[in-house]
C-alpha cells in the first residue's frame, strides 16, 4: 500500500502541471474540500453505484492497484483443499486487506465484503448437483460454505458487512441460489430469511422461487435421501418462519423496508404449496410418484413435531383455520346437484388417505365445536368443493365422538331456518350433511333412515307447522329425485313423512314420483329386503340374496330379544309380496333338521305359532327337511362350502388389525390410528355379512344366555379377531406409554364393537370370561379386562342384558354384566376373578387418573369393586389390618403387563393406594356385610382355596371382628348380633332364590338351598342365635317382652308381603319355595325358636308360639302340607320345643294339656300333623317326656296316642272300639290310618261306619274328600285315586242311609264356630276353592265324573229332598262356572305319571256340561220349598242376578241346538215365582250359563 503514495502531492501544482492519477486526484480533494457529512454520504453512494455497475470486481481491484501486486481473492480461502486456505491467509489477514481496499478505494468495506461473499456463495453453489433442480449441498459444498460463512461471521462482528448489500448481491445469482444455503445463513446468524425475502424487489417472483424449492424440498425428503435430517430441519424452521411471520396477529415489523412484505409473501407460499396439493389429489396423483410424494412430505408439516416451539401462540390455530378454508373452498367446481348423486363415494374410508391425514392433523389443533363452527361459517358465506367438505364431515364423525350430538344440533338449527323461511340452501346442507355422517355407520352417527323418520315421522316435525312447509318439503324432496339413490328414495317410501289427511294429495303426488325414478333404475319397492342398508354406498342386493340376509338378521335379533323382530311382524303384514315371495322361501330352506332346535327352527316354530307361515308351505318345508335326512352328504357338503365365503373377509380384516397393531408400538403414528379404525369397521362389516343398517332401536335389549352361550362360526372368528387385537394393542401400546398417554385408540376400538357386533362380542365375552376364565393368559386379562373399562365408559350409549331367563326381567347394564360373568366359587375361578378384578380397577385408575370419582365409579360396577375387596379379604391375610397412612402405595401399571405379572404383589398394591382407598368412601362401592355373605354363599368348599380351618378363621374374622362392630351407615352391623343374624337370614333367602334358579344340579334339593356351601354359614347362623339365646333370662324369649316374639318371624312375615299375590303357578311356586327355606332355617335354629324357652301360668302362649300358629295357618297350611298335615320334620321340631318349654314350668303335664288344648282352636293342623306322624314321634316325646318326669304322658298326649288306637281297632278283624273324643281328632287319625290299608280291604272295613257318631261321619266325609283332591292335586301321592273315590262313596252311603246331612260342608265359613272355623284351619285353600268339584265329580286326570255315581248310593232321594240340597246345588254349579271363566281349569289337568285307564271321559268344558244337566234333572225332584232360597244364591253371583227375559233369551239363542229346550221365561219378578217358574228360571239359567262358557274359551283362543 505504501507504493500508492505521491511525493508530489503536496506541491500546490496548479492545472498546468503533468496529469496525475486518480489516487492524486482524490487525495487532493481530500484535502482542499472541506468534509461535510451530507456530501460524504453521497461520495459513499456514488461509489457504491460505481461499484456495482462494474461487473469484475476483481478487475476493478486491479485497476486501482498501481504496481503489479498479487491479486487478493477468496477462492483459496474457502477452498478447505488449498494448502493456502489458512496458512497464508487468516481471516484477520483478509479483513485487513479488505479494509485497505476499501479505503483504496473510497467506499465502505461492508459493501465491499457483501460483494466479495455474495460472490463466493454463487461459486460454492454452480458446483455440480446430483438432481436436476438441487436444493441441497454436497458434502464438499457444505464444507467450503461452513468456511465461507466463519469468515463472514468474523465480518459481522468487526462490523465489516452489509446484510442489505449481500441480500442484493445474492438475489443477482437467484438462479443457482440453493436453498440450504438460504437456510444456512438465517440459523448461523448471517441474514435472517426475513430480511432476504425483504429484499427481493419482486414478492410474487420470491414466492415462486419459495415455492419451487419448497417442492423440491420435500421431494427429496421422501426420497430418503443422504441428508434426510438436514432437509426436515430446513422444512420445520422455513415453516415455522412462514406461520409464525404470515399469520401473526400484528404485523409490528420496525424495518427501513416495507413491514408488509413477510407476511405476504409467507402467506403466498404456504397457499401456493397448499393448493398443489389439493390440486394433485383433486386430478388423482399416482402412488410413490414424485408429486405423490411432495404432497405427502407438505401435509406433515401441520404435524406438532415440525412447528415445534411456535405451536404455543396463536399463529398455528390461525393458520389451521385458514388452511381449513383454503381445503373447503378451493375450486369450486361441484353443484349440490352432483354432491347428492355422487356423495357415497366420498366417504373416509374412500377419501384420498392423505387428506384423512392432513385432516386429522388440522384436528389436532381445533376442537371439535371450532371445526364445526367453521365449517358453518364457510358454508354460510362462501363457494364451497362439495367432495371436501362432505369428507369433512365424515372425518369429523369418525375421529371425534361428540361431533355426532354438534352436527346434530347444527342440522337442526339449520332445518329450522329453512322451514322458517324457505331456505333452500340450508336444506340442501342439511341433507348432505347429514347423509355423509350416516355413511360411517351407527357407531359414528345415526342412520339417514332414523333421521328422516325423527325429523319428518311425527306431529312435531319440522314440516308440520304449515302448509307452506309441507308444500316446501315436497317441493324440495321433487326436486332431488332427478339425482336421488335408490337407497334414499326407498327411505322415503317407507318411512314417508306425517301429512295431515286434507294434504294427503301432496305425499301421494311425490311417492309416485319416486316409484317412478326407481322403475327407472330398474328398483322394485317391493323386493326390497327388511334389513337393507339405506345408507350403504354399495349397488342394490338382488332379492334373493338379500332375503338370505335378511333371514340371518331376523334370526340373529330372535336370538338375543326371544321375540320375532318387530320388522318381521310389520313385513307381514304391510309387505306381504316380499315376505311370500322371497323371505319365507328363503327362511324354509330345506335342511337336515339338528338334533336339538336351534335358533331356526325356535324362529320358524315362532312365527307358525303365530299363523305367519301359511300351512301348505310349512308342510312342504317339513316334508322336504325329511327327505334331506335321507341324503346327509348333501347337506355336509353345503356346510362345509359356507366358511369359504367368509375366508377373504376375515383375511382383510385380519390385515386391517394388524396395520393397527403396527401402529400402536410407534408414537410417531398415532395420527392414523383413527382412520385405521374406520377401516376395520368396514372390514368388520364385511366380514360379519353385515350389508342391512344397525337396527338398534329393535335390540333395545341384547338378550344373553349365561349358562350356554353360542356363536355361530363366522361371529366367533371375527369376534376372536377383534378381542385378540385388542389386547396385543394394548399391551404393544403399554410398552410404549402408560395407559393415560395411549390417546384414544382403546375407545375408538371399542366403538367398532358396539351397534351390530356387540351381542356377539358380549357373547364371546361371556364364554370367555365364565366359562373358560382361568385358562387365560394374563394379556388376555389385562386386554378383556380394560375392554370392559371402556364398554363402562360408553354404558349410556350401549343397551342393557338380559341374562335370563332364570334370571330376573330387569336388564342389566354392560358393566354390571362383567359382575354376572365373573364367579367366585372354587380356587380357579377365584384366582381368575381377582386378576381381572385388579387389572380392571387398576386400568381405570391409571387410564383416568385425572377424573373425579364419581367418572371412576360410573366406568366400573359396583359390584366389580365389592369383589375385589372380598377377594383381598379371602385370600390375603395381611389385607384384614387396618391401614395406616405409610401404608399408602403409588400404583403403576408397568409391572401387570410384564410377561412375569405378580398377580398378588399387583392386587396388594391396588388395596393401598391412595386414590383407591378414597374410593372405596363412596357408599355403593365398599363391602358391606350383605355383600359378603351372598359371595361368600357363592363358595364350593370342596373346591375351595382355603381349607376347612381357614375358611372357618376367615368367617369369623369377618363376622365378629370385621362387619359386626363396623356401623350401619359403613356396611356392617352397630354391634348388633341380632341385626347380623337378620341379615344372614334375608342374604341365605334371596341366594336360595337366586341360587336354584341358575343351579341345574339333579340333587339340589338334597343340600340346604341347593348348594353345599350353605353349611358353613348356616353354622355361624346358629353359632349367633345360640348366643342370642344364652345372653336372656330363660323367662323372657331373646331379650324381648313377651308380647314381641322372636326377630324371624318378622323377617318372614315381611318376606311374604313383599311376594306377588294370588294362585297363580309362579305366584304359588314362590311362595311355596319361600316357605321350604323358611322351614329348614327354623329346624336348623334350636326349638325354642318356636314356642320359647318357657311358658307362664299368666301367659301361656307365648308370642314366639302365636307367630308359629300364624305362620302354619295362614301359610305353611297352603304350601307346606300334604294331606291335611305339615311334614314330619317340622311337626316333631315343634313338639320337641313344645316339652323342653313346658318342661321348665311349675306343673309341666298341666302345661302341656292346657297347650294341646289351644291348639285344637288356635292351629288344629299341629295336632292332625301329630296324628299322621305319631307312630315315629311317640317314642322321641316318651323318652323327653320320662327323662324329667315319672308321671304319665299328659291327658293331651294321651288323646292323640288314643286316636291313633281307635284307627287301628277300626280297620283291625276285632271289634272295634268307640271313638274317643274329640271327634275331629279321631276322624283325622282314622283318615290317616285308612290311607295305608290295602285297596280290596276297604270296603269291607267301613261298613263299620254305621256303627260311629254323627259327628265322626261328617268329619270323615271331609277329610275324604281333602284326600280325594290331594290325590289328584299331588303328582306323588301315595293314595290311588280310585281308592280315594271309593272311600268317598262309602262314607257317603253310609251318612245317607243314617240320613245324616252333610251339605254344611260345602258351605264352611270362619264364622261357624262348630265346623268351619276347624276345618278351614285344616284343609289348604286350593282344596276348599275346590269343592265345587269335589260336589259335581271326582277328579281324575283328564277325567271327569258326574256326581250322579255318588247319588246312586243315595235312598229315597233322602238327600234331594232336603230343603238346602238345590240351594248348595246351584250355588257349586255357579262357583264351578267362575273357576273355568277365571282361568282355573289347571287344577282338572292330569299330574305326570298317572295311568290311562279312567282317560277319555271328559274334560272341564265336559264336567260343566254334565253339571249342568244334573242339575237339569234334579230340579224337577226338588219340594217346593227348596226354591225358597235362590234369590240369595243369584245375588252372590253377579252379573247373572239382575239378567231379564231379553238377556236370557238372548243368550239362550246363541247355544248349540242340542242345548236348548221348550222352556218358558217368565218376565215377572223373582219373589213371585212359582215352582215351575223356577224350574224355567234355572233351565235357562244354566243354558246361559253354558252359552257364557263357550263365548269365554273363545275369547281365550
Known amino acids: 500500500m505504501a507504493d500508492l503514495r505521491v511525493p508530489n502531492a503536496a506541491s500546490g501544482q496548479g492545472p498546468g502541471g503533468r496529469r496525475r492519477s486518480w489516487a492524486e486526484l482524490l487525495a487532493g480533494r481530500l484535502k482542499r474540500q472541506k468534509y461535510h457529512p451530507e456530501r460524504a454520504q453521497k461520495l459513499k453512494d456514488s461509489a457504491v453505484r460505481l461499484l456495482r455497475s462494474h461487473q469484475d470486481l476483481n478487475a476493478l481491484l486491479l485497476e486501482v492497484e498501481g504496481p503489479p501486486c498479487k491479486k487478493l481473492s477468496l477462492s483459496k480461502l474457502i477452498d478447505c483443499d488449498s494448502s493456502e486456505a489458512y496458512a497464508n491467509h487468516s481471516s484477520s489477514f483478509i479483513g485487513s486487506a479488505l479494509q485497505d481496499q476499501a479505503s483504496r478505494l473510497g467506499i465502505p468495506v461492508g459493501v465491499l465484503s457483501a460483494g466479495m461473499v455474495a460472490s463466493s456463495v454463487g461459486q460454492v453453489c454452480t458446483a455440480a448437483a446430483e438432481t436436476s433442480h438441487p436444493v441441497l449441498l454436497t458434502v464438499e459444498q457444505r464444507k467450503k460454505l461452513s468456511s465461507l460463512l466463519e469468515f463472514a461471521q468474523y465480518l459481522l462482528a468487526h462490523s465489516m458487512f452489509s446484510r442489505l448489500s449481500f441480500c442484493q448481491e445474492l438475489w443477482k445469482i437467484q438462479n443457482s441460489l440453493l436453498l440450504e444455503v438460504v437456510w444456512h445463513l438465517h440459523v448461523q446468524g448471517i441474514v435472517s430469511l426475513q430480511e432476504l425475502l425483504e429484499s427481493h424487489p419482486d414478492m410474487h417472483a420470491v414466492g415462486a422461487w419459495l415455492f419451487r424449492n419448497l417442492c423440491c424440498l420435500c421431494e427429496q425428503i421422501e426420497a430418503s435421501c443422504q441428508h434426510a435430517d438436514v432437509a426436515r430441519a430446513m422444512l420445520s424452521d422455513f415453516v415455522q418462519m412462514f406461520v409464525l411471520r404470515g399469520f401473526q396477529k400484528n404485523s409490528d415489523l420496525r424495518r427501513t423496508v416495507e413491514p408488509e412484505k413477510m407476511p405476504q409473501v409467507a402467506a403466498d407460499v404456504l397457499q401456493r404449496m397448499l393448493i398443489f396439493a389439493l390440486d394433485a389429489l383433486a386430478a388423482g396423483v399416482q402412488e410413490e410418484s414424485s408429486t405423490h410424494k411432495t404432497v405427502r412430505c407438505w401435509f406433515g408439516v401441520f404435524s406438532g413435531h415440525v412447528l415445534g416451539s411456535v405451536i404455543s401462540t396463536d399463529s398455528p390455530k390461525r393458520f389451521f383455520s385458514h388452511t381449513l378454508t383454503q381445503i373447503l373452498t378451493h375450486s369450486p367446481l361441484l353443484k349440490a346437484s352432483d354432491a347428492v348423486q355422487m356423495q357415497r363415494e366420498w366417504s373416509f374410508a374412500r377419501t384420498h388417505p392423505l387428506l384423512t391425514a392432513l385432516y386429522r392433523r388440522l384436528f389436532v389443533m381445533l376442537s371439535p365445536e371450532e371445526l364445526v363452527g367453521h365449517l358453518q361459517e364457510v358454508l354460510e358465506t ?16 369418525v375421529c371425534f365422538p361428540e361431533a355426532q350430538q354438534l352436527l346434530e344440533d347444527w342440522v337442526a338449527r339449520l332445518m329450522a331456518q329453512a322451514f322458517e323461511s324457505c331456505q333452500l340452501d340450508s336444506m340442501v346442507t342439511a341433507f348432505l350433511v347429514v347423509r ?19 325429523s319428518f315421522g311425527s306431529t312435531r316435525g319440522y314440516h308440520g307447522c304449515s302448509k307452506k312447509a309441507l308444500v316446501f318439503l315436497f317441493t324440495f324432496l ?56 339405506l345408507s350403504s354406498a354399495g349397488d342394490i342386493t338382488e332379492p334373493h340374496s338379500q332375503a338370505l340376509q335378511d333371514v340371518e338378521k331376523a ?33 324354509l330352506t330345506p335342511r337336515v333338521l339338528p338334533e336339538a332346535p336351534d335358533s331356526r327352527v325356535a324362529f320358524i316354530e315362532s312365527l307358525k305359532r303365530a299363523d305367519k307361515i301359511p300351512p301348505s308351505l310349512y308342510s312342504t318345508y317339513c316334508q322336504a327337511c325329511s327327505a334331506a335326512e335321507e341324503k346327509p352328504e348333501d347337506a355336509a357338503l353345503g356346510v362345509r362350502a359356507e366358511p369359504s365365503s367368509a375366508e377373504e373377509p376375515l383375511e382383510q380384516l385380519t390385515a386391517a388389525l394388524g396395520e393397527l397393531r403396527a401402529s400402536m408400538a410407534d408414537p410417531s403414528q398415532c395420527d392414523v390410528i383413527s382412520a385405521q379404525v374406520a377401516v376395520i369397521s368396514e372390514r368388520l362389516r364385511a366380514a360379519l355379512g353385515h350389508s342391512e343398517d344397525d337396527s338398534s332401536a329393535e335390540i333395545s335389549k341384547i338378550q344373553l344366555s349365561i349358562n350356554a352361550p353360542r356363536l355361530e362360526p363366522r361371529e366367533c372368528m371375527a369376534v376372536d379377531l377383534l378381542l385378540t387385537s385388542f389386547c396385543q394393542n394394548l399391551m404393544a401400546a403399554s410398552s410404549v406409554a402408560p395407559p393415560e398417554r395411549q390417546g384414544p385408540w382403546a375407545t375408538l376400538f371399542m366403538r367398532t364393537m358396539c351397534g351390530r357386533v356387540l351381542p356377539a362380542v358380549l357373547t364371546r365375552l361371556c364364554q370367555l370370561l365364565h366359562h373358560q376364565g382361568p385358562s387365560l393368559s394374563a394379556p388376555h386379562v389385562l386386554g378383556l379386562a380394560a375392554l370392559a373399562v371402556h364398554l363402562g365408559e360408553s354404558r349410556s350409549a350401549l343397551p342393557e342384558v338380559d341374562v335370563g331367563p332364570p334370571a330376573p326381567d330387569a336388564g342389566l347394564p354392560v358393566p354390571a354384566l ?65 391401614l395406616s397412612q405409610e401404608d399408602a402405595a403409588s400404583l403403576s401399571w408397568r409391572p401387570l403387563y410384564l410377561p412375569s405379572a405378580d398377580w398378588q404383589r399387583a392386587a396388594l398394591s391396588l388395596w393401598t393406594h391412595r386414590t383407591f382407598r378414597e374410593l372405596l368412601k363412596e357408599e355403593d362401592v365398599h363391602l358391606t356385610y350383605q355383600d359378603w355373605l351372598y359371595l361368600e354363599l357363592e363358595i364350593q368348599p370342596e373346591a375351595d382355596a382355603l381349607s376347612d380351618t381357614e375358611r372357618q378363621d376367615f368367617h369369623q374374622w369377618a363376622i365378629y371382628e370385621h362387619f359386626l362392630p363396623k356401623s350401619s351407615a359403613s356396611g356392617g352391623c352397630d354391634g348388633d348380633v341380632e341385626a347380623a343374624c337378620t341379615i344372614l337370614v334375608n342374604a341365605l333367602m334371596d341366594f336360595h332364590q337366586s341360587s336354584r334358579s341358575y343351579d341345574h344340579s339333579e340333587n339340589s334339593d338334597l343340600v340346604f338351598g341347593g348348594r353345599p356351601g350353605n353349611e358353613d354359614i348356616i353354622s355361624r347362623l346358629q353359632e349367633m342365635v345360640a348366643d342370642l339365646e344364652l345372653q336372656q333370662d330363660p323367662s323372657v324369649p331373646l331379650g324381648h317382652t313377651p308380647s314381641q316374639g322372636h326377630f324371624l318371624f318378622g323377617i318372614f312375615c315381611r318376606r311374604l308381603q313383599a311376594l306377588t299375590s294370588g294362585w297363580s303357578v309362579a305366584a304359588s311356586l314362590q311362595r311355596q319355595r319361600e316357605l321350604l327355606m323358611y322351614k329348614r332355617i327354623l329346624l336348623r335354629l334350636p326349638s325354642s325358636v318356636l314356642c320359647g324357652s318357657s311358658f307362664q301360668a299368666e301367659q301361656p302362649i307365648t308370642a314366639r308360639c302365636k307367630q308359629f300358629f300364624h305362620l302354619v295357618n295362614s301359610e305353611m297350611r297352603n304350601f307346606c302340607s300334604h294331606g291335611g298335615a305339615l311334614t314330619q320334620d317340622i311337626t316333631a321340631h315343634f313338639f320337641r320345643g313344645l316339652l323342653n318349654a313346658c318342661l321348665r314350668s311349675r306343673d309341666p303335664s298341666l302345661m302341656v294339656d292346657f297347650m294341646l288344648a289351644k291348639c285344637q282352636t288356635k292351629c288344629p293342623l299341629i295336632l292332625t300333623s301329630a296324628l299322621l306322624w305319631w307312630p315315629s314321634l311317640e317314642p322321641v316325646l316318651l323318652c323327653q317326656w320320662r327323662r324329667h318326669c315319672q308321671s304319665p304322658l299328659p291327658r293331651e298326649l294321651q288323646k292323640l296316642q288314643e286316636g291313633r288306637q281307635f284307627a287301628s281297632d277300626f280297620l283291625s278283624p276285632n ?16 283318615h290317616f290310618a285308612i290311607q295305608q290299608v290295602r285297596e280290596e280291604n276297604i270296603r269291607k272295613q267301613l261298613t263299620k ?14 277329610f275324604s274328600l281333602m284326600g280325594l283332591l290331594s290325590s289328584h292335586l299331588t303328582s306323588n301321592s301315595a293314595t290311588d285315586p280310585s281308592k280315594a273315590l271309593d272311600v268317598c262313596a262309602a262314607v257317603l252311603e253310609c251318612l245317607e242311609k243314617r240320613k245324616i246331612s252333610w251339605l254344611a260342608l260345602f258351605q264352611l265359613t270362619e264364622s261357624d264356630l262348630r265346623l268351619g272355623r276347624l276345618l278351614l284351619r285344616v284343609a289348604p285353600d286350593q282344596h276348599t276353592r275346590l269343592l265345587p268339584f269335589t260336589f259335581y265329580s271326582s277328579l281324575q286326570p283328564l277325567v271327569t265324573m258326574s256326581i250322579s255315581s255318588l247319588l246312586s248310593y243315595f235312598h229315597d232321594d233322602a238327600a234331594i229332598r232336603e230343603e238346602a240340597f238345590l240351594h248348595v246345588a246351584v250355588d257349586m254349579y255357579l262357583r264351578l262356572v267362575q273357576l273355568f271363566v277365571a282361568g282355573d281349569t289347571s287344577t282338572v289337568s ?12 271328559g274334560n272341564p268344558v265336559e264336567l260343566i256340561t254334565k253339571a249342568r244337566l244334573f242339575l237339569l234333572q234334579l230340579i224337577p225332584r226338588c219340594p217346593k220349598k227348596s226354591f225358597s232360597h235362590m234369590a240369595e244364591v243369584t245375588s252372590r253371583h253377579p252379573p247373572w242376578a239382575t239378567w231379564g227375559t231379553r238377556e236370557i233369551t238372548a243368550a239362550w239363542a246363541t247355544c248349540p241346538p242340542g242345548w236348548q229346550c221348550d222352556a218358558t221365561v217368565s218376565a215377572r219378578a223373582p219373589s213371585l215365582w212359582s215352582e215351575a217358574q223356577w224350574t224355567a228360571w234355572a233351565e235357562d239359567l244354566l243354558l246361559s250359563h253354558s252359552c257364557w262358557l263357550i263365548v269365554g274359551t273363545a275369547t281365550q283362543r
Open 382 to 397: 362462501q363457494e364451497v368443493h362439495w367432495q371436501r367438505v362432505l369428507s369433512f364431515v365424515s372425518a369429523l364423525v
Open 436 to 454: 355423509q355422517a350416516a355413511l360411517e355407520g351407527p357407531s359414528a352417527f345415526q342412520s339417514y333412515a332414523d333421521w328422516f323418520k325423527a
Open 478 to 533: 321433487s326436486d332431488l329425485v332427478p339425482f336421488e339413490s335408490a337407497r334414499y328414495l326407498q327411505v322415503h317410501i317407507l318411512h314417508p313423512p306425517l301429512v295431515p289427511s286434507k294434504y294427503r294429495s301432496l305425499l301421494t303426488d311425490y311417492i309416485s314420483l319416486a316409484k317412478t325414478r326407481l322403475a327407472d333404475l330398474k328398483v322394485s319397492i317391493e323386493s326390497m329386503g327388511l334389513y337393507e342398508d
Open 555 to 587: 334370526i340373529m335379533v330372535f336370538e338375543h330379544t326371544g321375540k320375532i323382530p318387530v320388522t318381521v311382524m310389520e313385513a307381514s303384514i304391510f309387505r306381504r309380496p316380499y315376505y311370500v315371495s322371497h323371505f319365507l322361501p328363503a327362511l
Open 818 to 882: 362383567f359382575d354376572s360373568l365373573l364367579t367366585c366359587r372354587t380356587r380357579d375361578s377365584l384366582l381368575f376373578c381377582l386378576k381381572f378384578c385388579t387389572a380392571a380397577i387398576s386400568y381405570s385408575l391409571c387410564k383416568f387418573s385425572s377424573q373425579s370419582r364419581d367418572i371412576l365409579r360410573s366406568y366400573l360396577s359396583p359390584g366389580l369393586i365389592k369383589k375385589f375387596q372380598f377377594l383381598v379379604f379371602r385370600l390375603f391375610s395381611e389385607a384384614r389390618q387396618p
Open 1215 to 1230: 271289634a272295634a272300639s268307640p271313638a274317643p273324643n274329640p271327634a275331629w281328632l279321631s276322624a283325622a287319625a282314622l
Open 1249 to 1262: 261306619l254305621d256303627c260311629e257318631r254323627e259327628e265322626l261321619l261328617v268329619f270323615l266325609f271331609f
Open 1390 to 1401: 292330569p299330574p305326570a305319571g298317572r295311568s290311562l285307564e279312567l282317560q277319555g271321559q
